[in-house]
T-cell receptor, first 111, second 116 residues
Framework: GQQLNQSPQSMFIQEGEDVSMNCTSSSIFNTWLWYKQDPGEGPVLLIALYKAGELTSNGRLTAQFGITRKDSFLNISASIPSDVGIYFCAGSKTSYDKVIFGPGTSLSVIP | DGGITQSPKYLFRKEGQNVTLSCEQNLNHDAMYWYRQDPGQGLRLIYYSQIVNDFQKGDIAEGYSVSREKKESFPLTVTSAQKNPTAFYLC???????????????FGDGTRLSIL
């Protein structure tokens, strides 16, 4: 079945550093979503992307819909301790297909 | 505040026992979903419902059942047929039918189910 791959699987960074992570698919998607999950809580939708090449920001977070339609990227600038958590990408092939989630990237921020 | 409430936070099941996880939303959303989360894996869709009295199987529906008698409620029953039920279960909702499957917008805080 369809799978999404996220890299890196985990990362440890110093507070203040910028972070980059990506998500790739073997299929073309028309929607990419990025969520963050804090420990013991449900995921929160951060950014939604609907058009190839689209670049969308949400505060210090910026996500891009790859032009191949098979990947997406999330960047976090000037990381802070509350950025700690698991970041999931998700995508769907059409507006009516179910969303598929990646395995997540675990982010740890060292003060 | 509007949101999704899942209960209980922790649940223990004995062998051969059915258990029901509660999910209530006051967001007036049409679509609701149940996901299962295992360590190191993405969320997998168990069941979803786009309107009251209608629901569809997701990718891993075997051993689970749901009902949607009210718009605000979508309980999940983990039956004894589910041989590996230990997981974190997440309920979600989205605002309307068009964006339903495309974009689960709000998640509850989950129920962690363990086997005794």
């Amino acid at each position: 079945g369809q799978q999404l791959n996220q890299s890196p699987q985990s990362m440890f960074i110093q507070e203040g550093e910028d972070v980059s992570m990506n998500c790739t698919s073997s299929s073309i998607f028309n929607t990419w979503l990025w969520y963050k999950q804090d420990p013991g809580e449900g995921p929160v939708l951060l950014i939604a992307l609907y058009k190839a090449g689209e670049l969308t920001s949400n505060g210090r977070l910026t996500a891009q819909f790859g032009i191949t339609r098979k990947d997406s990227f999330l960047n976090i600038s000037a990381s802070i301790p509350s950025d700690v958590g698991i970041y999931f990408c998700a995508g769907s092939k059409t507006s009516y297909d179910k969303v598929i989630f990646g395995p997540g990237t675990s982010l740890s921020v060292i003060p | 505040d509007g949101g999704i409430t899942q209960s209980p936070k922790y649940l223990f099941r004995k062998e051969g026992q059915n258990v029901t996880l509660s999910c209530e939303q006051n967001l007036n959303h049409d679509a609701m979903y149940w996901y299962r989360q295992d360590p190191g894996q993405g969320l997998r869709l168990i069941y979803y419902s786009q309107i009251v009295n209608d629901f569809q199987k997701g990718d891993i529906a075997e051993g689970y059942s749901v009902s949607r008698e009210k718009k605000e409620s979508f309980p999940l029953t983990v039956t004894s047929a589910q041989k590996n039920p230990t997981a974190f279960y997440l309920c979600a909702s989205s605002i309307d039918l068009v964006s339903g499957l495309n974009q689960p917008q709000h998640f509850g805080d989950g129920t962690r189910l363990s086997i005794l």
